[in-house]
Protein backbone atom coordinates (compact mmCIF):
# COMPACT_ATOMS: atom_id res chain seq x y z
CA UNK A 1 0.00 0.00 0.00
CA UNK A 2 1.06 3.38 -1.00
CA UNK A 3 0.54 5.56 2.72
CA UNK A 4 1.81 9.00 3.09
CA UNK A 5 5.50 10.12 3.77
CA UNK A 6 4.24 13.12 5.62
CA UNK A 7 0.92 14.63 7.17
CA UNK A 8 -0.09 18.45 7.64
CA UNK A 9 -2.32 19.98 10.17
CA UNK A 10 -2.57 22.79 12.68
CA UNK A 11 -5.03 25.02 14.07
CA UNK A 12 -7.92 26.38 11.59
CA UNK A 13 -7.13 29.98 9.85
CA UNK A 14 -3.70 29.61 10.49
CA UNK A 15 -2.08 29.14 6.60
CA UNK A 16 -2.06 24.83 5.94
CA UNK A 17 -4.62 25.76 2.73
CA UNK A 18 -2.04 27.74 1.64
CA UNK A 19 0.93 25.11 2.80
CA UNK A 20 -0.95 22.49 1.02
CA UNK A 21 -0.99 24.66 -1.98
CA UNK A 22 2.54 25.48 -2.20
CA UNK A 23 3.64 21.80 -2.03
CA UNK A 24 1.50 20.43 -4.45
CA UNK A 25 2.84 22.46 -6.96
CA UNK A 26 6.70 20.69 -5.72
CA UNK A 27 7.55 18.05 -8.75
CA UNK A 28 8.89 15.90 -5.87
CA UNK A 29 5.69 15.97 -3.65
CA UNK A 30 2.59 14.03 -4.28
CA UNK A 31 -0.46 15.86 -2.23
CA UNK A 32 -3.65 13.87 -1.82
CA UNK A 33 -6.41 14.77 -3.94
CA UNK A 34 -8.78 17.14 -3.72
CA UNK A 35 -7.80 19.54 -1.58
CA UNK A 36 -11.69 19.26 -0.04
CA UNK A 37 -12.84 17.86 1.51
CA UNK A 38 -10.21 16.91 3.10
CA UNK A 39 -9.49 12.85 4.53
CA UNK A 40 -9.99 13.17 7.48
CA UNK A 41 -9.07 9.54 7.85
CA UNK A 42 -7.37 9.28 11.49
CA UNK A 43 -9.95 12.05 12.97
CA UNK A 44 -13.22 10.27 11.91
CA UNK A 45 -14.47 6.92 13.18
CA UNK A 46 -16.76 6.13 9.48
CA UNK A 47 -13.76 7.06 7.75
CA UNK A 48 -10.69 5.36 9.97
CA UNK A 49 -12.76 1.92 9.98
CA UNK A 50 -12.76 1.48 6.47
CA UNK A 51 -9.08 0.44 6.71
CA UNK A 52 -5.60 1.31 5.72
CA UNK A 53 -6.24 -0.07 2.25
CA UNK A 54 -9.13 2.46 1.95
CA UNK A 55 -7.09 5.42 3.38
CA UNK A 56 -4.47 4.39 0.43
CA UNK A 57 -6.04 5.34 -2.48
CA UNK A 58 -5.08 9.37 -1.78
CA UNK A 59 -1.72 8.20 -2.49
CA UNK A 60 -1.71 5.50 -5.00
CA UNK A 61 -1.29 8.22 -8.23
CA UNK A 62 2.09 9.08 -6.31
CA UNK A 63 5.18 8.70 -9.15
CA UNK A 64 8.11 6.43 -7.92
CA UNK A 65 10.62 8.59 -5.63
CA UNK A 66 7.70 11.24 -5.20
CA UNK A 67 6.82 11.80 -1.23
CA UNK A 68 3.05 11.27 -0.70
CA UNK A 69 1.58 14.08 2.23
CA UNK A 70 -1.89 14.79 3.14
CA UNK A 71 -3.45 17.59 4.93
CA UNK A 72 -5.96 17.37 7.40
CA UNK A 73 -6.18 20.52 9.80
CA UNK A 74 -8.17 19.24 12.30
CA UNK A 75 -5.45 16.09 13.41
CA UNK A 76 -3.88 18.74 15.94
CA UNK A 77 -7.00 18.74 17.97
CA UNK A 78 -7.55 14.75 18.43
CA UNK A 79 -5.49 12.86 20.78
CA UNK A 80 -7.21 9.85 19.03
CA UNK A 81 -5.92 10.49 15.94
CA UNK A 82 -2.92 11.35 17.16
CA UNK A 83 -2.32 7.42 18.40
CA UNK A 84 -4.07 6.33 15.44
CA UNK A 85 -1.53 8.18 13.14
CA UNK A 86 1.22 6.70 15.38
CA UNK A 87 0.05 3.25 15.20
CA UNK A 88 -0.36 2.74 11.56
CA UNK A 89 2.49 5.58 10.46
CA UNK A 90 5.20 5.61 13.27
CA UNK A 91 7.68 7.32 11.00
CA UNK A 92 5.55 9.75 9.44
CA UNK A 93 6.64 12.96 9.32
CA UNK A 94 4.01 15.60 10.85
CA UNK A 95 3.70 19.45 9.86
CA UNK A 96 1.90 21.68 11.94
CA UNK A 97 1.26 25.52 11.75
CA UNK A 98 0.69 27.73 14.19
CA UNK A 99 -0.62 31.63 14.40
CA UNK A 100 -0.23 33.91 17.04
CA UNK A 101 -3.25 32.29 18.90
CA UNK A 102 -4.86 36.15 19.99
CA UNK A 103 -5.18 36.57 16.20
CA UNK A 104 -6.40 33.12 14.90
CA UNK A 105 -8.99 33.64 17.84
CA UNK A 106 -10.49 36.47 16.21
CA UNK A 107 -9.69 35.70 12.25
CA UNK A 108 -12.43 32.32 13.47
CA UNK A 109 -14.62 35.05 14.85
CA UNK A 110 -14.59 36.44 11.54
CA UNK A 111 -14.95 33.09 9.41
CA UNK A 112 -17.84 32.22 11.57
CA UNK A 113 -19.61 35.43 10.73
CA UNK A 114 -19.09 35.54 7.23
CA UNK A 115 -20.26 31.99 6.90
CA UNK A 116 -23.44 32.82 8.59
CA UNK A 117 -22.61 30.66 11.94
CA UNK A 118 -22.14 33.87 14.22
CA UNK A 119 -24.12 36.70 15.53
CA UNK A 120 -22.81 37.46 18.77
CA UNK A 121 -20.12 40.57 19.38
CA UNK A 122 -16.67 38.84 19.97
CA UNK A 123 -16.70 40.06 23.47
CA UNK A 124 -20.10 37.46 24.08
CA UNK A 125 -19.03 34.67 21.84
CA UNK A 126 -16.32 34.08 23.96
CA UNK A 127 -18.54 34.35 27.25
CA UNK A 128 -20.39 31.66 25.80
CA UNK A 129 -17.59 29.45 24.29
CA UNK A 130 -17.59 26.79 26.66
CA UNK A 131 -21.44 26.67 26.89
CA UNK A 132 -21.15 26.72 22.93
CA UNK A 133 -18.85 23.78 22.69
CA UNK A 134 -21.06 21.44 25.14
CA UNK A 135 -23.91 21.87 23.39
CA UNK A 136 -22.50 21.69 19.81
CA UNK A 137 -24.52 20.44 17.09
CA UNK A 138 -23.22 16.88 16.07
CA UNK A 139 -22.60 17.89 12.44
CA UNK A 140 -20.48 20.45 13.53
CA UNK A 141 -18.24 18.09 15.74
CA UNK A 142 -15.32 18.86 13.72
CA UNK A 143 -16.05 22.69 12.53
CA UNK A 144 -16.35 23.98 15.92
CA UNK A 145 -17.43 27.23 14.65
CA UNK A 146 -17.44 28.67 17.96
CA UNK A 147 -13.79 27.44 19.38
CA UNK A 148 -12.47 30.72 19.16
CA UNK A 149 -9.85 30.64 22.47
CA UNK A 150 -9.28 26.36 23.11
CA UNK A 151 -7.95 26.15 19.61
CA UNK A 152 -5.28 28.27 20.42
CA UNK A 153 -4.24 26.15 23.60
CA UNK A 154 -1.55 24.80 21.66
CA UNK A 155 0.76 23.61 24.03
CA UNK A 156 -1.95 21.06 25.18
CA UNK A 157 -2.87 20.59 21.09
CA UNK A 158 0.49 19.24 21.00
CA UNK A 159 1.80 17.24 24.18
CA UNK A 160 0.12 14.44 22.58
CA UNK A 161 2.26 14.18 19.58
CA UNK A 162 5.04 14.73 21.39
CA UNK A 163 4.50 11.97 23.48
CA UNK A 164 4.72 9.31 20.66
CA UNK A 165 6.97 10.56 18.14
CA UNK A 166 10.38 11.56 18.31
CA UNK A 167 10.97 15.71 18.16
CA UNK A 168 12.91 14.87 14.94
CA UNK A 169 10.12 13.69 12.89
CA UNK A 170 7.96 17.22 13.68
CA UNK A 171 7.93 20.23 12.08
CA UNK A 172 6.22 23.30 13.85
CA UNK A 173 5.47 26.85 11.51
CA UNK A 174 4.66 29.84 12.33
CA UNK A 175 2.08 31.33 9.94
CA UNK A 176 3.32 35.02 10.46
CA UNK A 177 6.58 33.69 8.88
CA UNK A 178 5.07 33.06 5.00
CA UNK A 179 4.16 36.61 5.09
CA UNK A 180 7.39 38.26 7.35
CA UNK A 181 10.20 35.16 6.32
CA UNK A 182 8.55 33.50 3.70
CA UNK A 183 12.23 31.86 2.15
CA UNK A 184 12.87 30.39 6.16
CA UNK A 185 9.76 28.52 5.52
CA UNK A 186 10.51 27.15 2.18
CA UNK A 187 13.93 26.35 4.24
CA UNK A 188 12.52 24.27 6.92
CA UNK A 189 10.57 22.81 4.54
CA UNK A 190 12.91 21.70 2.23
CA UNK A 191 15.22 20.28 5.23
CA UNK A 192 13.06 18.23 6.85
CA UNK A 193 11.47 17.06 4.06
CA UNK A 194 14.90 16.57 2.30
CA UNK A 195 13.10 18.29 -1.09
CA UNK A 196 14.71 20.87 -3.14
CA UNK A 197 13.76 24.42 -1.94
CA UNK A 198 11.32 26.33 -4.43
CA UNK A 199 10.93 29.59 -3.59
CA UNK A 200 8.55 30.25 -6.77
CA UNK A 201 6.05 27.69 -5.43
CA UNK A 202 5.73 29.99 -2.78
CA UNK A 203 5.25 32.84 -4.32
CA UNK A 204 2.81 31.48 -6.84
CA UNK A 205 0.61 29.41 -3.71
CA UNK A 206 -1.54 32.25 -3.71
CA UNK A 207 -2.96 34.16 -0.71
CA UNK A 208 -3.10 33.27 2.63
CA UNK A 209 -6.50 33.22 4.46
CA UNK A 210 -8.23 34.89 0.81
CA UNK A 211 -11.63 33.19 1.94
CA UNK A 212 -11.73 35.96 4.72
CA UNK A 213 -11.76 39.11 3.65
CA UNK A 214 -13.03 40.33 7.33
CA UNK A 215 -9.06 39.39 8.16
CA UNK A 216 -7.68 42.79 8.64
CA UNK A 217 -10.55 44.18 10.74
CA UNK A 218 -9.40 45.47 14.08
CA UNK A 219 -9.63 43.34 17.39
CA UNK A 220 -11.65 44.89 19.85
CA UNK A 221 -8.95 46.27 22.58
CA UNK A 222 -11.09 45.24 25.18
CA UNK A 223 -10.86 41.80 23.94
CA UNK A 224 -7.32 41.76 22.64
CA UNK A 225 -6.24 42.70 26.28
CA UNK A 226 -8.33 39.57 27.74
CA UNK A 227 -7.11 36.99 25.40
CA UNK A 228 -3.13 38.13 25.46
CA UNK A 229 -3.69 37.38 29.17
CA UNK A 230 -5.03 34.55 29.00
CA UNK A 231 -2.71 33.24 26.43
CA UNK A 232 0.19 33.92 28.25
CA UNK A 233 0.75 30.99 30.37
CA UNK A 234 -0.48 28.26 27.43
CA UNK A 235 2.11 30.33 24.97
CA UNK A 236 4.74 30.12 27.96
CA UNK A 237 4.41 25.87 28.03
CA UNK A 238 4.60 26.00 24.62
CA UNK A 239 8.12 27.80 24.67
CA UNK A 240 8.96 25.15 26.65
CA UNK A 241 7.79 22.41 24.10
CA UNK A 242 9.45 23.65 21.48
CA UNK A 243 12.50 25.21 22.81
CA UNK A 244 14.32 28.46 21.60
CA UNK A 245 14.12 27.69 17.77
CA UNK A 246 10.58 28.69 17.98
CA UNK A 247 10.04 32.55 17.75
CA UNK A 248 6.68 33.28 20.24
CA UNK A 249 4.25 35.73 19.43
CA UNK A 250 5.02 39.29 21.32
CA UNK A 251 1.95 40.64 23.71
CA UNK A 252 0.77 43.35 21.54
CA UNK A 253 0.01 46.69 23.49
CA UNK A 254 -3.39 48.57 23.04
Known amino acids: MRLPDFIIAGAPRSGTTWLYELLARHPQIHMARPAKPEP ?7 QFAKG ?3 YAHWFEPAHPGQLAGEKS ?3 LESPIAAQRIHDALPEVRLIFMLRDPVERAYSNYLWSRMNGLERETFETA ?6 RERNLPFALRFARPFSYFSRGLYADLLQRYFELFPRRQILVLRFEDIRENLALVV ?7 RIKPRIEDALAAGVVNASNRG ?5 PDAARQQLTAAYAEPNHRLGRLLGESFRLWEPTNV
Open 187 to 193: SLLAEFL
Open 40 to 46: KFFLVDE
Open 73 to 75: TNY
Open 52 to 54: LAY
Open 215 to 219: GDAAI
Open 126 to 131: LALERE
